[in-house]
C-alpha cells in the first residue's frame, strides 16, 4: 500500500540533498525535512501544493513551481522528482534561469545523476555571445554534448529575427565544435545560402579555427586581394594566427602572428611575413629622391617582436623590433597591412601596441631594445636602436645608437639647503655604414637655486657644468682627430611669475572661472667652445632655455656657443564644473603659450664684407588649444619667423555631438616641403545608416593623397558597408558585411 504524505499548507518547501541538471543549468530546493539525494547539494523545491510518495520515493508539486539550486531557478506550472530513477520533469512551460542565461520549453526532464536530459519545443539565450537557439528538441547526451532536432540559431532579437541558421539536426560539444546537417541560411525566414553540412566551434573560451576573410579588388595594385586567416589557440598563454594572402598582381603573401604570457610578468607579440613580388614596377623619384625598376621577382618580407618583462613597478625589459625588406613596403600595402590594423595611440592592449601607422606617409622605421631601472630619485636605461630612413638612398649613412646607456637624477633638495642638483650622464656609441662614427660619452650635473620675491614672482639661477669626451673609430680618423673633449658650462637664469582672478558664472554645470596669466624670462649663458675637430655625430640637444621654453625647440648643439634671452607667455582658462551631487572636477578651456629666443651674439656680430643679415630673433612659437564644449576641440602649433613669414602651421578641428556624428579637419604645413590637407567626417544619417567621409590632399606636390567615401547600415545582429577608396595611383572597392556573434568580412 502506497504511503503519501501529503501537504495541506498554501504555500510548501522541501529541502532535498541533490542537483538538477538541464542542459548545463543547475536548480533545486528546500523543506522542513533532510533527505539524502545523489550528489549531497540543497535543492528547494517550491508549490502551492507538494507531496511526497514515499512508496516510489516521488516529490509531486503543482502550481507556480519554483525550484532553485545555487544561483539558478526553475519554474514551471507543475513538476517532478523521482529519486529512484533521478529524473526531474517539469511541465507547462518550464523556464530555466542562471544568471543572465535561460532556457525555455513546455517540457524540460534531466537526470541529476549522469547530468543530461531534454527539453521539448525549446528555446536557449546565452547572454555571454547574446546567442539564441530554438530547437523542438533539445537532448543533453553527456557532460558536454548535446542534440538538437530541428535547430534555428541567430543573434537577433525578437520572434522575426532578421537573419537565422537552420538546419535538420545539430550535434554541439561544448568547448569543442557543432555539426549542422541540412543548413540554411536564412534572411527573414527567407533561404539564401544552403550547405548539407556545416562544422563551427562551439567554445566560450579562445578557439583555434578560420577568422572572416579580407576581400577587396585594387585596380591598379593588386587586382583581387584575398586573405584567409586561421588562429590556433595553442595554450592558454599563447596562440598564434596564420594569413594566407594571395593578390592578383603580387602573388602569395604568407604572415603568421604569435602571441604569448611567459609566466605572469612576460608577454609578447612576434609577427613576420614573406612574398616573392611578381609585380614589375617602373617608377621615378617614387619614395624621396629614389627611383625603382623592378622587373624581376623582388622577395619581400617585414617583421615585429614586441616583448616585455616587469620585474616591478620600476624594473622592466622591453624590446621594440620593426623591420621591412624595402623603402616601398608600407606604400605598396598601404591599404591593408597588420601595422594598420593593430595601430594604437594606447598600450591598454598588451596584445596590441604598434605605435605608427603602417602607411606611404611613414618616412622611418625605428627598432630599439632597453633595459630600464628607476629608484626613488634616479633612473638607469641601456638602449640599443636602429632606424630605417625610408627617404635615403643608402641607409648605410643613417646614424645608429649601439648602445645608449643613460643615468638620469631628478631635481631634488641638496640635503638641507635651498640648493637643489639634478644630474644627466649618457653614454652612446654612434655607428653607421658610411662616415664618422665612435664612442660619445656626455656628463652633465646642475644646481639650481629657486627663490621667491614676495608672492609675486620666482627666481631660479642655475649653472649646469658638463663634460663631453668622444673616440672615432672609423678608418677616416687620424691622430688630430681621433679623440677629444670639452668642457663647458652653461649658466641660466629664469624669473616667472603667475596672475590670475577666479569669476563666479552660472554658465551650463560651470559655477567658477579661473584666468591664469604665466609670463616668463629666460637668460641663457654658453662660453665660446674651439669648435675644432669635433665628430659630425656629436648630438643637438636642448639647452636650458630650449628646455624651459618648449620641448620641440632644438636651440643649439652641446658645444655650441650661446648668448641669448628668451620670453614666454602663457594664458590658461579653467572652468570649474559641478554636479547635483556636489562633486566637482575642471576642464581647461583655454590654452595660449608664446614663446620666442632673442640671439645677443647674432645682434652684436659683425657684418662687415657680408651680404648676408643679421636675424638675432628666433622664430615666434604658438602652441593654442581650445575645448569650449565636450563636443568642440581645436589645437594650433605654429611658428612664425619675421623675416620669411610662417614656416610651420599645424590646425586640427574636432566636431561631434550626442548621436555620434564626428568631424576632423587637419592642415599641415612646413615652408618648401610640406603642405597637407586632411578630413575625416563620419555621419549617423538614419536609424542604422551611416557614411562616412576621408578626404587627405597633399598640395605641395598637388596630389590627391586618398579620397575614401563609405556607406553602412547596421543593425541589432548584422552589418553591411561598402567603401570606395581612390588614391593618386590606384582605386580600391571593399565590401564590409557583419554577422553578430560569428564574425565580420
Known sequence: MMKILPVLLKR?????????????????GVWAQDVKAPD??????????LSYDQERDLYEAEGNVVITYGDGVLTAASASYNRKNNLATARGNALLRMAQDSLQGDKIVVNVEDKTGTAYNSKAFYARNHFYIRGSRIEKTGENTYFIEEPVATTCDGDRPDWEIAGRSMNVTLEGYGLMKDARLRARHLPIFYTPLVAFPAKTKRQSGFLFPYLSHSKDKDGIDIELPFFWAITPQMDATFFSRYMEKRGFKEGVEFRYFAGSKSFGTLYGDFMEDNRHVTETAAVGSQSRDW???????????????????????????????????FRDFSAHNYYLSNYSTTELDPFRKVPFQGNESLPSLESSARVYKGWNNFSLMARVSFTDDFSAVNNERTLQQYPEIVLTGIKQRFFSTPL????????????????QKGHYVDIAPTISLPFNISRYAKITPQITVREVYWNRDDAQANSDDK??????YNAGLSLSSRISRVFAVKIQNWDKIKHEIKPEIFYSYIPSVNQDNLPDYIPWVNSFMANSLSSNIGYSSVLKEQNAVAWALTNTVTARTQDKSGSRSYIELLRLKLFQVYDINEAKKDMAGSTAERRPVSDLGIEFDLKPHPYVSFAARNKYSPYVGWKEMNYDLGLNDWRGDNLTVGYRYTLDSLEEINMALKLNLTRGFSGNLILRRDQFNDRTVENTVGLAYWAQCWGVGVDYTKTYDDERIMLKFSLAGLGRF
Not at 510548501?12 to 543547475?26: K, N, Q
Not at 618580407?301 to 620593426?322: E, M, P
Not at 637643489?420 to 662616415?435: H, S, T, W
Request: proline share 1%; charged share 25%; net charge negative.
Open 12 to 28: 510548501h518547501t522541501v529541502m532535498i540533498l541533490g542537483v538538477i541538471f538541464v542542459l548545463g543549468f543547475a536548480r533545486s
Open 40 to 49: 549531497d547539494a540543497p535543492v528547494k523545491i517550491e508549490a502551492d501544493t
Open 295 to 329: 622587373q624581376e621577382t623582388h622577395r619581400r618580407w617585414s617583421y615585429y617582436l614586441n616583448h616585455q618583462t616587469n620585474f616591478d613597478s620600476q624594473f622592466y625589459v622591453r624590446t621594440d623590433l620593426r623591420r621591412v625588406s624595402d623603402s616601398w613596403y
Open 420 to 435: 637643489y642638483y639634478e644630474f644627466a650622464g649618457n653614454y652612446d656609441y654612434f655607428y653607421r655604414g658610411e662616415g
Open 483 to 488: 679623440s677629444g673633449n670639452r668642457n663647458v
